[in-house]
């Protein structure tokens, strides 16, 4: 039980940091692709 209860707030942060990543490459890929094709 105490696992769970530490394992959480970790998930959480490990999810959160994975989305900022993909939100950045994303963000990185359409800003490079807008100048290639402007």
């Not at 490459?25 to 692709?33: D, P, Q």
């Amino acid at each position: 039980m105490w696992k769970n209860q530490a394992l959480r707030p970790l998930v959480k942060a490990v999810l959160r940091a994975f989305f900022f990543l993909s939100i950045t490459l994303s963000v990185k890929k359409i800003n490079h692709f807008f100048r290639k094709y402007r």
